[in-house]
């Protein structure tokens, strides 16, 4: 059968039972079982299979996964978000927008902590748009701060779609870590230049506490008591990869005995919270782990049907610019994530377009960043993006066009940072290559 008829039946069916709500690991999976039961080795191809998973699935690296989710679970019912959101009340309440500028960066670090975006989107929304809200802020502008910053959970460390990239790669994960940090700092300050210069301009979108109700110097440091300990964890995990201290799966390992104690500290850790921590841990890793699983068995049938040298060869051959290939493959990303969770993505796309980057000489630690730029623009893009829906679940009394119209100006931020990243490589590989050195 010819070459490009079967990578037809290979992408197609993939995204018809995507289309039909099949789950993307049994998608992946399914359809690597029945293409390898005619064009490889007939039942024999399963064992191909089952041992390229099981080699896969036990990377030390990928023993991290569940050691960050641990940590992010267990930060999450410490009711962090809270204790975040009042610190930024507190202390930058009395400028003008400055609570929105701010919830731009409690949400982007409290994605960061629990890495999940529609963990971070949810659990932002349910603190954050209320207590904004009570203070006269534009509900557009409020939906717009949260639903953009809790995408950042991709781009800022520790990250656990970028420990994924790291697996299918093969690059440092600690690197990646690195190169996320300057890239996930730039998005959160034009965020906070938006949010601030709105609000000069059109003082009742963000208007400042009033005089006589603004905090003390004492009452602001006084409420920094409940986040110290978190941002210690986080600062170890991130401190020991930097200094080569600790590897990733190490430093997942201090972050989740930090987390335990910081929470412990505040009291948090009854039974009913233990026991969510744990549900959660399970599900998301195993989440992860069941599409990984499909991904392997999905990237084995390209490779072995050769569909993957096919598509490489054809990209490369031609004739356009390396330039102009990596933006429509970014698109393509971009479109995907709309519909896609971030990790299916990587794990779809993974053993078609890696080859084709690494042919094409581009730094894959870069490469990296703006894949996870790509995606956080997918997230948020009308009319799919996934942070929308959730964002809708959370404020039911909004219609979805509201929600739509609040994005925009941060789809256009991300796509600035993106261009950004793209023209100067060194903001997202400078940090690793001091790390190196």
Request: with cysteine.
């Amino acid at each position: 059968m010819d070459i490009g008829v079967i990578a037809i039946i290979l992408f197609g069916s993939l995204f018809l039972f995507l289309f039909l709500g099949v789950q993307v690991s049994f998608a992946m999976g399914g359809i690597s079982i029945i293409m390898g039961l005619i064009f490889w080795d007939g039942f024999s191809s399963l064992d191909g299979f089952v041992l390229g998973s099981y080699e896969h699935a036990t990377q030390s690296i990928l023993t991290a996964l569940p050691l960050y989710i641990f940590m992010a679970a267990v930060l999450m019912y410490s009711d962090l978000a809270e204790d975040m959101y009042e610190v930024i009340y507190r202390w930058f309440g009395g400028i003008r927008g400055g609570l929105a500028a701010g919830t731009s960066v409690v949400s982007a670090v409290f994605a960061s902590m629990v890495g999940v975006v529609s963990v971070a989107t949810a659990a932002l929304g349910m603190v954050a748009r209320p207590s904004m809200l009570k203070r006269g802020y534009d509900d557009k502008l409020t939906l717009g701060v949260i639903m953009a910053g809790g995408v950042l959970g991709v781009l800022i460390p520790p990250s656990i779609v970028m420990i994924v990239y790291a697996s299918e790669s093969g690059e440092s994960a600690g690197a990646l870590f690195m190169a996320g940090i300057l890239p996930g700092i730039l998005a959160a300050i034009l965020f906070i230049i938006y949010s601030l210069v709105l609000c000069f301009i059109k003082p009742e979108k963000g208007p400042n506490i009033e005089v006589g109700h603004r905090f003390t110097w004492a009452e602001k440091f006084w409420s920094l008591k409940g986040i110290i300990l978190p941002a210690v964890v986080i600062f170890l995990v991130l401190g020991s990869i930097y200094l080569g201290v600790a590897t990733p799966t190490e430093a997942g390992a201090v972050g989740a005995a930090g987390a335990l104690f910081a929470a412990g500290t505040r009291k948090k850790l009854n039974m009913e919270n233990i026991k969510s921590i744990f549900l959660m841990t399970a599900r998301l890793s195993g989440m992860i782990f069941w599409i990984l699983i499909g991904a392997v068995a999905y990237a084995r049938i390209v490779a072995v049907t050769g569909v993957g040298d096919w598509l490489a060869g054809m990209i490369t051959e031609t004739g356009f610019n390396r330039w102009i290939i990596l933006i429509l493959i970014l698109l393509f990303f971009l479109i995907l994530g709309m519909f896609i969770d971030t990790v299916a993505v990587l794990l779809i796309t993974a053993p078609l377009f890696l080859p084709v980057l690494t042919a094409l000489d581009f730094n894959m630690i870069w490469f990296g960043i703006l894949f996870c730029i790509a995606v956080c623009i997918g997230n948020l893009t009308p009319p799919f993006g996934v942070s929308l829906f959730i964002m809708k679940g959370v404020a039911g009394d909004l219609n979805i066009r509201s929600i739509y119209a609040a994005v925009w100006p941060f789809i256009f931020l991300l796509l600035l940072l993106l261009i950004i990243i793209i023209l100067i490589p060194e903001i997202a590989l400078l940090l690793p290559a001091l790390m190196m050195d």
